[in-house]
């Protein structure tokens, strides 16, 4: 059974190039691209890796990132975050609010796909 | 040896000499090049008239009598201009500020402009200064005596009266000519000021020279004279406490009361900075001038036989001593103080006399009086030189009546003591706003009775006017009424004693009635602005007048103020109100003015008098007064400004916060905007280089995945060009450098291009009225669509209704021409409407992928285009309005 990824993003061309490449590795691929109801698609889809992007429409990341962290269930969860500003305090925003790690876009192809395997594996 | 008739040629030239300086000054100062007349030198030397003839002979024989009690004299004025320098001041604003003429004007002034008031104290001056006034004709006729006797030649009386009278007539002559050439004070005096300079230099080097001849040429020097000083009785400090503090408050007290003090000091004060350097250089020269007082004395007690008058040492120790050219001129000395004396007070009584009782009296007989024909100023100036000859002649009476035989500095003391029966009501006046009229009524009446009982009635000497009876026992045998007893006070000096119970009973009734009486509201008008005079640098407004009233008051002003002068004023005031011609509105203003100026000519009372006489009654202006000026109004007016003021700066606040709040939210959105700016290149970026990175490192696609992720790749790269070219019109924009290229077009042209290049597919809906579109304008047609477009474009990605509809509506009104976008949806949020337009906002987060910079585009290119661009609230969606000058507006540019 191959391990599910939940990418939480908007820009559908990001979520096209996410999906081609965590697909051809092997990966089961989910997408929710709203975020609004993101924690409870999190809490109800129970996937192994969650990549999260910061700017999503109704609802940031960061405010996602805190609420499945104060969940038992999803508290340990390893979580991906990415962002499209590279500013240094966005990184010490990801680390406060329990990012497991974090990646400034735009980011290599082998780079996500090493950064998922590493939180996944671990 | 000098003969009669040298004296009389040397006196004569003395007196054309003056004649000449007066005349001179006179047309300096009329042709305006009076600056240097101006000096605070010619003011501090016109303030030695203090020294008069008692000071120059007199001030020897009272150090030969008194040892050194005649320092008292000076040490008191000294006092008041080192020490009060701030009363003299105040009393100098308030003459300037109100136009004072004497010191009757000032006390009538300031207790509600009562004429009763200054005709008291008209009376009292009068009476105060004829003795006086007696005083320096005796001296100038004894001086001539001592000349004329020389050698063993006695005078007659008949030649001493014959010469009184000549002395008299001549000072009558020079005051009448020089004294009245102008009648309004503030164009002053200057050609007697400056006579009186000169004549101060004369009696200070007249005197000094003297001094110097006694101490090295008579004395032996300055050793020798000391010890002559020492061996004498004179050197003996045998002061008695009581006499000396009455006499230096007598001399302070006189200082500032004596109606020639105040005419040199107050009313021929040209300017308040003059004060200063008198303040230092009028006590130097009193001292220069009593300097070399007390060698004379003692060299004179041991020169000349015994039963000499002792007044007249600083004559008779040089003519002893063969100086004949020094003698004349200690004789010249001797003549100014007198002469300069006279000259003052009779301008000064003549003025009081003419303003206090002459001019109402006048006023009364003539009826309506300022209204009928006839030139007042002629009425004013035959008052004032009939004063002027009346008070000179009052002089010489008296000197006759008197005989000339008292000590002369026994007079001056009485004449002092007189006028100081002021001090209370003027000092009261200014310092102290509960001041009454009846206060000072009462205050001057028990005082000029107690004076004239105790000191100025007795001064006659006994059996002259009082029985040595009544002197000893008093009046119909009641000792505690004894002249130098009152009240049982016995053992004190005379007129330490009149003094003392005069002043005490002047100040105590003018305080206590003060307090138990109710100013009038005139009176408390004035009271607050001579009290706070240097608060006050305009007076309340005290007339009301009717426009017809305008044409009277300029006949009456013409008579008083002559044709030229009144004329002037009345244009000036014209032209002021914004009127063409000379007839300005008699507004409360104008008439409180013209008031001042009549002052200046006429005195405060009965220019009152006579505008209430145009104007209407003084009855109904004191209604009006009380509540203009009543203080509460005052302080109403001062808590409204009050307001006023609080009220702009909160609004100034109001502001200051509103302009902070949009800082603090730019700053905000320019921080936003560079983490926007920053998603917005990175996010095409990042699809770019992971579809890039798929071509590359992929085996093994369709060759369908090829074509789409290039096809991806591709439109990415045009949203980067997109943004990157909205970035560079905008800042093209805003630095200026955009080429616009207007023609002429409909705006029906530039709405259809924008809706066929903005809308994309059929969700939105578009409204329009074509018929309405036909308006020709001219302007760049290109940038104009750019705008429309953009706005369709957002109604199209943020009109959230369930069925999006955007109206266009185009109106035409005053030479502009809006068109109105207006959709269906939610709209923008209150707190956004006033940002949109700023560069990098955007409503909402990311919903429509811009970057914020269409709407700050459009407003730049509305504003290059001449128009504008700005957000419509309350349309039932958002909405914004575009306005741009028609056609035929902009032709007309």
Known sequence: MSKTVLVIEDEPNIIEAIGFILSRDGWRVAVHSNGVDAVETVRRRAPDLVILDVMLPGRSGYDILRDLRAESGTADLPILLLTARGQSRDREMAEASGASRFMTKPFSNAEVLEAVRDLAGG | ?893
């Open chain 2, 1 to 893: 040896m000098a003969s009669l008739n040298v004296l009389i040629a040397v006196c004569l030239s003395y007196v054309a000499v003056l004649f000449t300086v007066a005349f001179m000054a006179e047309r300096v100062a009329m042709r305006g090049q009076a600056h240097w007349l101006r000096s605070p030198l010619v003011y501090t030397l016109s303030l030695s008239i203090y020294c008069t003839a008692w000071t120059f002979y007199g001030a020897v024989g009272y150090a030969a009598r008194s040892g050194l009690e005649y320092l008292t004299i000076y040490i008191g004025p000294s006092l008041v201009m080192i020490g009060w320098l701030w009363l003299v001041r105040k009393m100098v604003r308030i003459g300037r500020s109100q136009r004072i003429t004497s010191i009757a004007d000032l006390i009538s002034s300031r207790y509600g402009k009562s004429n009763a008031l200054g005709v008291c104290v008209t009376l009292l001056a009068v009476i105060g200064t004829t003795p006086y006034i007696a005083l320096q004709l005796q001296s100038v006729v004894e001086s001539f005596s001592i000349f004329a006797a020389e050698p063993g030649f006695r005078p007659r009386p008949e030649e001493n009266v014959s010469t009184a009278l000549w002395v008299a007539a001549g000072l009558a002559f020079f005051t009448v000519l020089f004294g009245t050439r102008n009648l309004d004070v503030n164009e002053r005096h200057h050609g007697v000021v400056m006579a009186i300079a000169v004549e101060a230099v004369v009696k200070l080097i007249a005197l000094l020279a003297v001094g110097i001849f006694v101490v090295w040429g008579v004395g032996g020097g300055l050793a020798a004279t000391m010890e002559r000083i020492d061996a004498s009785s004179l050197g003996y400090w045998h002061t008695d406490g009581s006499r000396w503090g009455g006499l230096i408050f007598l001399s302070a007290a006189a200082f500032l009361c004596l109606p020639r003090m105040f005419q040199v000091l107050v009313v021929e004060n040209d300017m308040e900075a003059h004060l200063r350097t008198a303040s230092w250089a009028f006590p130097a020269y009193l001292m220069l001038m009593s300097l070399f007082v007390v060698p004379i004395a003692v060299v004179g007690l041991d020169l000349m036989p015994a039963g000499s008058n002792p007044d007249l040492f600083v004559l008779t120790v040089p003519l002893s001593q063969g100086r004949d050219g020094l003698a004349m001129l200690s004789f010249l000395g001797g003549f100014s103080s007198a002469t300069s004396m006279v000259i003052v007070a009779s301008i000064a009584l003549s003025t009081m006399v003419s303003n206090h009782i002459v001019m109402p009296i006048w006023l009364r007989l003539t009826g309506d009086g300022a209204s009928i024909s006839g030139d007042v100023r002629h009425v004013v100036m035959l008052a004032r030189r009939v004063s002027i000859v009346g008070v000179v002649l009052l002089g010489y009476v008296y000197y006759r009546i008197s005989g000339g035989g008292t000590a002369l500095a026994a007079i001056g003391l009485i004449s002092f003591s007189g006028v100081a029966q002021f001090l209370p009501v003027l000092v009261g006046g200014i310092l102290w706003r509960g001041a009454t009229r009846i206060g000072a009524f009462a205050g001057l009446g028990v005082g000029a009775v107690m004076w004239f009982w105790c000191l100025f009635l007795p001064s006659f000497g006994a059996d002259v006017i009082l029985s040595a009876g009544v002197l000893a026992e008093g009046p119909f045998g009641v000792s505690w009424l004894r002249p130098h007893g009152l009240f049982g006070l016995d053992g004190v000096d005379p007129l330490v004693h009149g003094v003392f119970w005069s002043m005490l009973f002047n100040a105590g009734a003018f305080f206590v009635v003060s307090i138990f009486t109710f100013p009038s509201p005139m009176e408390r008008l004035q009271g607050a602005q001579f009290v706070n005079v240097f608060n006050h640098s305009r007076a309340p407004q005290g007339w009301q007048g009717g426009r017809a009233q305008a044409e009277d008051l300029m006949i009456m002003a013409q008579r008083i103020l002559g044709p030229s002068d009144a004329q002037a004023l009345f244009h000036d005031e014209a032209r002021r109100q914004g009127l063409a011609g000379y007839l300005p509105d008699p507004t409360a203003d104008f008439l409180q003015r013209l008031e001042r100026e009549l002052a200046g000519s006429v005195g405060a009372a009965t220019a009152h008098a006579m505008v209430g006489q145009i104007v209407g009654g003084t009855g109904v202006s004191v209604q009006e007064l009380m509540a203009v000026a009543d203080e509460s109004a005052q302080m109403m007016e001062y808590s409204s400004q009050l307001e006023a003021k609080s009220e702009e700066l909160t609004r100034t606040a109001r502001q200051l916060r509103e302009v902070n709040e949009k800082l603090t939210q730019i700053s905000v959105q320019k921080d936003a905007f560079l983490s926007q700016i920053s998603h917005e290149l990175r996010t095409p970026m990042t699809s770019v280089r992971a579809f890039s990175e798929i071509l590359r490192d992929t085996d093994g696609l369709t060759p369908e995945e090829r074509g789409r992720y290039a096809s991806i790749i591709h439109d990415e790269a045009i949203r980067l060009t997109r943004l990157l070219d909205d970035l560079l019109d905008l800042s093209v924009l805003e630095n200026g450098q955009v080429s616009l290229n207007f023609r002429r077009g409909t705006l029906e042209e530039a709405l259809s291009h924008a809706v066929s290049a903005g809308r994309q597919g059929d969700r939105l809906a578009i409204r329009r009225d074509r018929g309405d579109e036909l308006v020709e304008i001219e302007t760049d047609m290109d940038r104009l669509s750019q705008v429309f477009i953009n706005l369709i474009a957002n109604a199209q990605k943020y009109c959230d209704a369930e069925a999006p509809v955007l109206r266009i509506v185009v109106r035409r009104r005053d030479g502009t021409v809006s068109v109105d976008f207006i959709d269906n949806g939610s709209g923008v949020e209150q707190d956004m409407q006033g940002l949109i337009f700023e560069k990098f906002s955007r409503v909402g987060h990311h919903k429509a992928g811009g970057a914020g910079l269409g709407l700050a585009i459009c407003r730049e290119i509305m504003a290059r285009l001449g128009g504008t661009i700005t957000y419509l609230p309350g349309q039932g969606g958002a909405a914004f309005r575009v306005t741009l000058p028609d056609r035929s507006a902009m032709a007309a540019q």
